[in-house]
DNA sequence: CTGAAAGCGCTTACAG
DNA sequence: CTGAAAGCGCTTACAG
């Protein structure tokens, strides 16, 4: 059975009305009598016609596909935050064409450009530093751009995060309350926004708790550079007695060295905090104090901008911050009066 | 600045040439001179011109897009393959355009005809159950189908798996050489491929060593379903002295259960073995026991079924089941002359 | 409400 | 190698 494409000429001869009425019978809000439509609709069914989404792009200028770019999905967070974009995208008509993207920035410029060559009607980089003239190209493109868990300082940039800094001063002022008093820090990614801005809300949370860092070493949100870096920090004699690591998926690591390699116990030899809640931190074999970062809640912002983006093409650019509370979890000491 | 759409009209008109010739200069193969070709391309740079993708795919036929649908990623094999894939597929020239879907088939239904409306190129089912008759109607509309971790009986339906009857049978005679002789079962779905192929398999392979399964219950491939059918299967006195669990992701659960809420040591008291091997099952916390099922290998050859299928309408559907080696860890008792 | 016509931005025989 | 013309499958003013 050799197929043969079926196009709105077809149903429209079988029905015995024109092109355009079928075409109005597809597009919501065009005017069609109910009689012309059942027409349409029975043959088309007869037929099994279905319109061609890209050729209806083509004169509407949108092709109700949002690209999205993303370097990992080791790190548990964006498979979730994936699935729900995907499915809110869905439910208003879009889909997610992906490009996965090496944090190299002039890899990340060739994939856009390929996005924009598939005429998206909207973009999202998640996990991806983007130069702020890269963006700003596509804003002119016509395209709307949203950072994913990435800020920068461009005022004309729409972004989505959890509010970091926040995140970062509430993890200081837990450990404090604790009694720690050796606190250590093992920092993501330098170029990511989300690693800066944890540590200098949690250096702001110590230094108001008449704190400082004790140590500090650079896992980069890479689970092997995360075993390497908690090594380094535990090995020596004033190891600290509390660690904030940037992300869950490194505290895991580090979890992993304490209490396998070097034989310490979280948290009676050190407390151990992360930040994210990606599923495995709530695991038993884990039960990592984090910052809960709202997949949900970010999704359900990011894709508000777009959608207001793409409606109206001069709508202000957004930066959201989403606070975030803490979970209070067995990996770290738990100060009196704090509820577990 | 308001953006005016580059085309490939304007390009023509200010490098002197054709709408053709600049057609051509972005077609691999096509005939133009040297001397043509640098016009338009300077005439390009300077309008920054790039044609458009789906403009061209109305008259070639071609989207350059391979539909993925899959319903879930909370089983971190599949952000690992969904993330190999779209390297593998980004490098030919293809991008991944996503759907997600629940299990229920009439949602699958409504999901494919969204995808053949995208007019794709190909199709990768992932983790879906899908009628032989919706996928025989999309290859019957040209559209090349691949189910991904999943085989169907219907021979003109294209496969990809782990052997995961070979793989099942392995972790039998694994647990039986270790002297285990009340084996327990947490099945995954039953209606999922994977699921009936390790089951019979293991059985198959206790059998062989003159055992059969002394427990069993479904976990349905969910974490949660997991932990409850741990618990009703390691609350009785007779508990079983090892159990297969179909899948990494329940594996992880039954082995917080087990040692969390139950007291009991793994594998002093309770041998557990997987499938899959996702990354945290080489996490110390867990380092499980289990069977690598290649995303490497699955997505390779899922990417040469599609490209074959697609350069040649009438190649013979294929399917693959791809052997992969028993991984041994601490999770289970390690027989004598295993290699731990 | 309906149809004929133009056109979205490309590619591709065809003729030269 | 190159250009003029037709056409991919739709939508959308326009006129009736």
Chains 1, 2 share one sequence.
């Not at 996965?100 to 890899?107: H, K, R, Y």
């Not at 993501?188 to 690693?195: D, H, I, Y």
């Not at 038993?284 to 809640?297: C, E, G, H, K, M």
Request: net charge neutral.
């Amino acid at each position: 059975m050799t197929h043969v494409k079926v196009t709105s000429v077809d149903v429209a001869k079988r029905a015995g009305v024109s092109q355009s009425a079928v075409s109005r019978v597809y597009t919501p809000g065009a005017s069609v009598s109910e009689k012309t439509a059942a027409k349409v609709r029975k043959a088309a069914a007869e037929l099994g016609y279905r319109p061609n989404v890209l050729a209806r792009s083509l004169i509407t200028g949108r092709s109700r596909m949002i690209g999205l770019v993303v370097s990992y999905l080791e790190n548990y967070f964006y498979p979730e935050a994936l699935e729900k974009l995907s499915n809110a995208l869905q439910a208003e008509g879009y889909h997610v064409l992906i490009f996965m993207a090496q944090q190299t920035s002039d890899n990340v410029e060739a994939v856009l450009e390929e996005i924009l060559d598939y005429q998206v009607d909207g973009i999202v980089t998640a996990s991806v530093a983007m130069s702020s003239e890269l963006a700003a190209r596509c804003q002119a493109a016509g395209t709307p751009v949203v950072l994913f868990n990435r800020s920068q300082d461009d005022e004309r940039l729409s972004a989505v995060t959890s509010d970091n800094v926040a995140g970062g001063r509430k993890l200081a002022e837990f450990l404090a309350a604790g009694g720690h008093r050796r606190i250590g820090y093992i920092a993501g990614w330098e170029g990511a926004s989300t690693q800066r801005d944890r540590e200098s809300g949690f250096r702001a949370g110590l230094k108001d708790a008449g704190l400082a860092l004790s140590a500090r070493e650079v896992g980069d949100f890479d689970h092997g550079k995360a075993r390497e870096a908690a090594r380094r920090m535990f090995r020596r004699d004033d190891r600290p007695e509390a660690v904030f690591v940037a992300n869950d998926h490194m505290a895991f690591a580090v979890m992993d060295v304490l209490r396998g390699e070097l034989g310490l116990r979280v948290p009676g030899d050190v407390s151990v905090v992360g930040y994210d809640d990606v599923p495995p931190a709530s695991w038993p074999a884990y039960d990592l104090t984090t910052v809960r970062q709202s997949a949900n809640r970010m999704v359900a912002e990011t894709v508000d901008i777009l959608l207001d983006q793409i409606a109206d093409r001069i709508a202000p650019p957004r930066r959201i911050a989403i606070d975030g509370p803490l979970i209070v979890r067995s990996s770290a000491r738990v100060p009196e009066g704090w509820a577990a």
